[in-house]
C-alpha cells in the first residue's frame, strides 16, 4: 500500500505542479506600459503602410501616364516623320510648276530650269540623309547594295560590276532600293 500512496503522491505532486503553472501563466498580468507600446507599434505599421498605399498609388498612375505619353510621342513621330523630308520637296515641286508656267522655253532655258530643280532635289535627299547608290565598273558586286540583272562575259575579274542600270538608295545606313548593275561572268578558258 506504501507503494499506492508513493504513486499517488507522486501524480498529485505532479497534477499541482501543472495547475500551479497554468494559474500562473493565466494569472500573470501583462504589464500596461508593454500593452501601449504594442498598440503604439501597431499604429506606426499601419500609419506606415498607409502611406506605403500613398505612394504606390501615385507612382502607379505616374507610370501610367508616362506610358500614355510615350504613346502619344510614338503616334506623332509616325504621324510627322516625313515632315522635313516634305518641307525640303515643295521648293523642287514650285519650281517644276514655274517651269511648266513659261509661255515660250527655250531648250537652254529648260535645261538650266532643269538643272537647278536637280540640285534643289540633291539637296532635299543630302538634308534627310537619303543617299545614293552608284558604283563604277569594276568595283566588286555588294549584294547588299547592288541587285545583279544579269551576267555578261566582260574583261575584268568576275562579279564585278560592268554597267549600272539604274542607281539605288539607302536612307541613313538602310538600304531603299538597290542598284540594279549588269556584272562580269567567270572567265571560261
Known amino acids: 500500500m506504501k507503494q499506492g500512496q508513493e504513486k499517488r503522491t507522486e501524480q498529485e505532486l505532479h497534477d499541482d505542479h501543472a495547475a ?3 494559474d500562473a501563466t493565466v494569472s500573470e498580468p501583462e504589464p500596461t506600459s508593454g500593452n501601449s507600446g504594442m498598440e503604439e507599434k501597431l499604429a506606426v505599421a499601419e500609419a506606415k503602410l ?3 498605399q500613398d505612394a504606390f498609388l501615385r507612382a502607379k498612375a505616374e507610370s501610367e501616364n508616362m506610358r500614355r505619353r510615350a504613346q502619344e510621342d510614338i503616334a506623332r513621330a509616325h504621324k510627322f516623320a516625313i515632315e ?11 519650281s517644276l510648276e514655274m517651269a511648266l508656267k513659261v509661255e515660250t522655253p ?3 532655258s529648260l535645261k ?7 540640285k534643289q532635289l540633291s539637296s532635299a535627299f543630302e538634308k534627310n540623309r537619303l543617299i545614293e547608290i552608284h558604283p563604277k ?6 549584294p547588299m547594295k547592288h541587285q545583279a540583272i544579269s551576267m555578261v562575259p566582260a574583261e575584268q575579274e568576275a562579279n564585278t560590276i560592268v554597267t549600272v542600270l539604274q542607281k539605288g538608295y ?4 538602310r538600304l ?3 542598284a540594279l548593275v549588269t556584272v562580269s561572268q567567270e572567265k571560261t578558258s
Open 20 to 22: 500551479q503553472s497554468a
Open 50 to 52: 498607409t502611406e506605403m
Open 84 to 94: 522635313s523630308f516634305a518641307e525640303a520637296l515643295v521648293p523642287v515641286k514650285d
Open 106 to 108: 527655250s531648250v537652254e
Open 112 to 118: 538650266e530650269g532643269v538643272e537647278m530643280t536637280l
Open 137 to 142: 565598273a569594276g568595283e566588286k558586286l555588294d
Open 170 to 173: 539607302m536612307i541613313a545606313d
Open 176 to 178: 531603299l532600293r538597290p
